[in-house]
């Protein structure tokens, strides 16, 4: 667990399926995220996801929850963890109704530094989609690099889309974490 200024991260419970399915089948959530479930029966595979990265030594996800009330905002993690390498991809999530309120700016710092002091992690990916442009301010806002552009590398709803690939090392002059 990790105790921030106004969020706690923590694991993941079974009790948080309805929540994660919240986010996760909501239309603003998903236009930018890869992954999506139409019922709640089907983000069983989100669940068991999160389990095996940590019992699989190959990533870490966490629940967001405000410290005051404990309501559930979203999820931050990396996965496609390699510890040989040190390195693994960023991903996150918050539901729409907190948007605009920098808990995720604060979630990201938070378990940025967890990464690259309990993880042993020295260099965190991400990629984002040319359009999300929120995701691109958030980045930029916790030093990440931007690397270059993958032009028309994955199709989403029929189309070809690019994305931005972003970076950020414990070595950076930049990284406050």
Known sequence: MIELKTLRLRDFTDDDIGHVFAGLSHPDVI???????ATLQECQAQMAWFKSLRDNDS????????????????????SSLLRQHHSAELGYWLLPQFWGHGYMREALAGFLRHAFSELGLHRISAVVEVDNTASRKLLDALNFTMEGVQRDCEIKHGKYISLLSYSLLSSDPQSPY
Not at 31 to 37: A, F, L
Not at 61 to 66: C, D, G, Q, V
Request: a neutral charge.
């Open 59 to 78: 990533g870490q996800w966490m629940a967001l929850e405000a410290l005051s009330g404990g309501a559930f905002l979203g999820a931050v993690g990396v």
């Open 31 to 37: 236009r930018h995220y890869g992954v999506s479930y």
